[in-house]
């Protein structure tokens, strides 16, 4: 069972997905991750955005660890009412809504932000399906680009066998990790 890991709602259990269409992040994955934001500073108080968010899992724990908002965002029915649920959790264990849901496909999400606005984000997450395909993923980046805070942290989980993303020139690669068959991809704003 998933669970949240640290923060004010440790412990907390989450609710997973039905079937096989979603892979959660493992709890050592996950761990590692946090880690690494929290050495970075990009946890606290952030603006976060959790993309194909599956279970909600990544997005929660950012809320237990301190992030301002969080907003999760998943096209399917089953999931997204899950990630209501794992939302619903972590809000009451943290006493104000935190965490929202977006059910929404990723790109017309992106679409319809207001990049020159208030929705900009601190921090990023992208665990897209394994068939996504990598021009879908640049798409993807592309429209997330202008989105992001100069600051930000776009953190991008996929199978250990796929490539690295092709990044928008407006973006940069600044660090990889490799857990098992799960490989992590750290970016920013570019001239960060």
Known sequence: MSRIIAGVSGGTPLVS????????????????????????????DARVLDLYAGSG?????????????????????????????????????????????????VESFLQRVDTA??????L??????????????????GLLAPALKPEAVVVIERSSRSPEPTWPETMELFADRKYGE?????AQPAGE
């Open 124 to 141: 990023v997450f992208l665990d897209p399906p394994y068939p996504l395909d990598e021009e879908s993923l640049a798409t993807v980046l």
């Open 117 to 122: 606005g208030v929705d900009r984000w601190d």
């Open 17 to 44: 997905v039905p079937g096989s269409a979603t892979r959660p992040t493992t709890d050592r994955v996950k761990e590692a991750l946090f880690s690494r934001l929290e050495s970075l500073g990009a946890l606290l």
């Open 57 to 105: 899992a990544l997005g929660v724990e950012s809320a237990s660890r301190g992030a301002a908002s969080v907003e999760l965002v998943e096209f399917d029915a089953k999931a997204a009412a899950v990630c209501q649920r794992n939302a619903e959790s972590v809000n009451d264990a943290l006493r104000r809504r935190v965490v929202s849901v977006q059910r929404s496909k």
């Open 182 to 186: 799960t490989k992590i991809w750290f």
